[in-house]
């Protein structure tokens, strides 16, 4: 299984902008997919967006497509979430998730089979 290590997350005010990293090792592929994923409390895991590090297929739910942005550094081994205009229901623990190998992406939690360990994100005034 690949090994995830998340960055980035905090606090910030509505309408603020925040990044979080995902950087993973031990892929014994380059045909993977990672995913970001977040839970509020009381609530489902819940995909937010996800990207195929082999062919750049990448995609974001509807209710934050135009505020957050999905990418990969030059080496790929780094998945960003850049997060703007955030507003205090994007709330939650964030996760990144990894499959191998994998074509395309999906956001189903239960597709993946590793994970990082998560990093919150509060927005509020």
């Known amino acids: 299984q690949a090994q995830l290590v998340q960055s980035g997350g905090g606090l910030v005010q509505p309408g603020g902008s925040l990044r979080l990293s995902c950087t993973a090792s031990?892929?014994?592929?380059?045909?993977?997919?990672i995913g970001w994923f977040r839970q509020a409390p009381g609530k489902e895991r819940e995909g937010v967006s996800c990207?195929?590090?082999?062919?750049?297929?990448?995609f974001l739910i509807e209710s934050v497509r135009g505020r957050f942005t999905i990418s990969t550094d030059d080496s790929k081994n780094t998945v960003y979430l850049q997060m703007n205009s955030l507003k205090p229901e994007d709330t939650a623990v964030y996760y990144c998730?990894?499959?191998?190998?994998?074509?395309?992406?999906?956001?189903?939690?239960?597709?993946?089979?590793?994970w990082g360990q998560g990093t919150q994100v509060t927005v509020s005034s």
């Open positions: 990207i195929n590090v082999k062919d750049g297929y990448s």
């Open positions: 998730a990894a499959v191998e190998p994998y074509r395309l992406c999906v956001i189903g939690p239960s597709e993946y089979d590793s």
């Open positions: 031990g892929f014994t592929s380059d045909a993977h997919a």
